[in-house]
C-alpha cells in the first residue's frame, strides 16, 4: 500500500483540491463563523449553526473541513479557533485578512470562474462576471457603496498586512515628505508615520475613495496626522513630495497607461527625489513564484493590467528619468522598488 501511495501525484491532487478549500475558508469567514468562535468557543456544531442560523447538518461537515484544513481545533468541548484563525480570519483579528477573503469569494471567485474566457480572449471578464461591460477598473468597484466599501476593506487588509516590510525595505529617511498615489485607506501611510515621525506623508485618491476612508482610520491620533487629498492621478496636479509611493498600482494599468502617470511624476520629481513600488515582483523568468504568477491571472480576469519582473519594472522606470533602482524581496505578499530621479 505505502508503494503505491508513493506513486500518487499528491501536488496534482491538491491542486484539484484548491478550490474546495478555499471556498470553505470563504463560507466559514462569510458566515463569521471565526468571529462566533473567537468570541464564544469552544462550540458544538449545533450552537455555531443556531448562532448563524445554519443546519446543523451542513455547519458539522464545514467546520469539520476546516479542523481538517488546521483553521480549527477540534476537542471534547466542541470546536474553537486556531492562534492563526484568531489572528487573520476574524473580522476584528489583529492582522484581518477577513476583508480581503469576503473580495475573493464575492469578487475574484465570479472572475475566476471565467478564466478560461479570459485565457482565450486575453481580456478580463467583468461582463460575463457581473453582467456589466467594464469601461473603468474602479468606476465599477466604486459604483455602489457596497461594492467600494468591500474592496476598500480588501485592500485594507493586505495593505496592513505588509506595510511594516514595505516600509522598512529600505531606509527611507532621507525623504522629508512622502506621497502615496492610490494610497487607498491610508494602511501604509499611517505606518510610514509610526517608522519615520518626521515624514510628512499625504495619501492622494479618487474622491470616491477618500469620501470613505473615516471607517479605516486607527482609533489612536498620531502626532502628525496623514493628509488626504483627492484627485486623479492620471489628469489632476500631484500634491508635492520627495517621495512617491505606487503599492499595488502599476499592475493595474498597461504600460501606456504607466508611461502617463510616471512621465507626470517625472515632471513634478526634483533630483534625488524617488519612486517606491510596492508590487508582487516576479522573477525575470516568470516561472518561481506562484503567488505572484497567479495574482497575474488575477490582474487578467478583471484590469487590462499585470504583474512584472524586476526588469521590467526597472525599464519602465528608467525611461522616465530615474535610476539607481533598487529592489528587495521582503518575503512577505509585496516586494519594494526604490529608485531616485537623476
Ligand atoms: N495602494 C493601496 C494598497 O496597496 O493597498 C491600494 C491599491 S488598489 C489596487 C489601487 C488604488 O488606486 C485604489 O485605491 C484606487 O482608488 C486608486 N486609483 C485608481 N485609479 C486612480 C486614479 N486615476 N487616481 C487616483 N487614484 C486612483
Known amino acids: 500500500a505505502s508503494e503505491s501511495a508513493a506513486k500518487l501525484p499528491s501536488k496534482i491532487l491538491d491542486l484539484m483540491d484548491g478550490f474546495k478549500a478555499s471556498k ?9 463563523m471565526f468571529d462566533y468562535l473567537k468570541n464564544k468557543g469552544p462550540l458544538k456544531a449545533v450552537d455555531v449553526a443556531n448562532e448563524v ?24 468541548q466542541g470546536y474553537s479557533n486556531t492562534d492563526s484563525a484568531n489572528t487573520y480570519l476574524t473580522s476584528d483579528g489583529e492582522y484581518s485578512l477577513h476583508g480581503y477573503i469576503i473580495h ?25 462576471a457581473f453582467g456589466r461591460k467594464a469601461e473603468d477598473l474602479f468606476k465599477d468597484y466604486y459604483h455602489s457603496q457596497e461594492v467600494k466599501q468591500r474592496f476598500m476593506a480588501a485592500m485594507h487588509s493586505i495593505a496592513h498586512l505588509t506595510a511594516r516590510d514595505v516600509a522598512t525595505a529600505f531606509d527611507l529617511s532621507q525623504f522629508k515628505s512622502t506621497c502615496d498615489l492610490g494610497g487607498c485607506t491610508g494602511a501604509l501611510a499611517h505606518e510610514l508615520i509610526q517608522i519615520y515621525p518626521n515624514m510628512k506623508v499625504t495619501v492622494f485618491d479618487l474622491p470616491e475613495v477618500i469620501a470613505n476612508i473615516s471607517y ?19 489628469k489632476d496636479n500631484l500634491p508635492e513630495a520627495d517621495l512617491y509611493i505606487l503599492s499595488r498600482v502599476l499592475h493595474d494599468w498597461p504600460d501606456e497607461k504607466i508611461h502617463v502617470l510616471l512621465s507626470k511624476i517625472s515632471a513634478v520629481c526634483k533630483p534625488g527625489c524617488g519612486i517606491l513600488l510596492a508590487e508582487m515582483v516576479l522573477d525575470d523568468e516568470k516561472k518561481n513564484r506562484s503567488t505572484a504568477l497567479l495574482q497575474s491571472l488575477n490582474m ?9 519582473s524586476g526588469s521590467e519594472y526597472q525599464g519602465l522606470l528608467e525611461q522616465h528619468g530615474f535610476a539607481n533602482v533598487k529592489i528587495r524581496l521582503t518575503g512577505n505578499l509585496l516586494d519594494v522598488v526604490l529608485c531616485v530621479k537623476t
Open 300 to 308: 487578467l480576469v478583471q484590469t487590462e493590467g499585470k504583474e512584472r
Open 24 to 32: 470553505a475558508l470563504f463560507v466559514a469567514s462569510k458566515l463569521k
Open 104 to 128: 475573493s469569494n464575492d469578487h475574484l471567485w465570479p472572475l475566476f470562474t471565467n478564466l478560461e474566457s479570459a485565457v482565450r480572449e486575453g481580456s478580463r471578464q467583468n461582463h460575463r
Open 216 to 234: 479605516f482610520q486607527p482609533s489612536e491620533q498620531c502626532a502628525a496626522p496623514v493628509t488626504f487629498v483627492s484627485g486623479d492621478f492620471f
Open 53 to 76: 442560523g445554519t443546519s446543523v447538518c451542513g455547519t458539522e461537515r464545514l467546520l469539520d473541513a476546516c479542523v481538517a484544513l488546521g483553521l480549527l481545533e477540534k476537542t471534547s
